[in-house]
């Protein structure tokens, strides 16, 4: 019997229901800084910490929004990466070390300007990168994988080795010379991933389950 590989993209129902403004009101966000959303499991492949050093070497240009759980390990290596100074850290980051609702997540995608996807040896997709896409938002991603391939083919955002500092830096200055054309890859990125949902997700499992049977 011949066989059928189906690829199904992480599904995601994550659209823009207010401005970016009210949303960071809502969560208490500061208005006038360029915020780069890290969003998720917070672990170590996340690359959090290899973010929060190179903005360290351009302070007053971003902050990053790092919302989701993680281990204490972590919180230690962010600290690092600010010159284990805890105040400077604080100047760099915003940390919201829980999980949120799904209403809260939707309010952190719009309030972002742009998302952080660069992760560790990540061949995958990343659902993080459909939600950045269904908001319309430019993303900074690894150069592996499939998410490196959907960023250069799509034109999604930028791409960066985590591992390699001057290689974000390039990435971050290359946002800090034109903001503009980096935002406008966020069209891009709802051409890409707004009809990847969780109704269109189900509806091709079915369709795919039905194809079997015949």
């Known amino acids: 019997m011949a066989q059928r590989v189906v690829r199904l993209v992480d599904p995601a129902d994550c659209f823009r229901s207010q401005s970016r403004e009210a949303a960071r ?13 890290v969003y998720g499991e917070i672990a170590a492949r996340k690359a959090a910490a290899e973010l929060i050093g ?3 070497l351009r302070p007053g240009f971003a902050q990053a ?13 962010l600290v690092q990466a ?12 915003i940390r919201i070390d829980l999980r949120v609702s799904n209403d809260e997540e939707r309010q952190f995608f719009e309030a972002a300007d742009a998302v952080w996807v660069a992760y ?9 990168l459909v939600q950045a896409g269904q908001m319309a938002l430019p993303v900074i991603g690894c150069e592996a994988g499939a998410i490196g391939r959907y960023c250069r083919e799509q034109r999604l955002g ?7 500092r001057e290689s974000i830096l390039a990435a971050l200055d290359q946002i800090a010379s034109d903001r503009a054309g980096f935002a406008a890859m ?13 109704a269109r997700f189900i509806e ?11």
Do not use: C, Y
């Open 82 to 93: 600010a010159d284990g100074d805890a105040k400077k850290l604080a100047t760099l980051m």
């Open 158 to 164: 930028l791409t960066v080795e985590p591992h390699r």
């Open 120 to 128: 560790h040896d990540h061949p995958g997709m990343s659902g993080v």
């Open 25 to 37: 009101a809502q969560l208490g966000l500061p208005q006038d800084r360029f915020l780069i959303l």
């Open 186 to 198: 966020g069209s891009r990125g709802h051409a890409t991933f707004s009809s990847f949902t969780r």
């Open 54 to 56: 190179a903005l360290s």
């Open 65 to 77: 929004v790092v919302v989701g759980r993680s281990g204490a390990d972590l919180g230690d290596s």
């Open 204 to 214: 091709q499992i079915g369709e795919s389950l039905t194809e079997a049977e015949g």
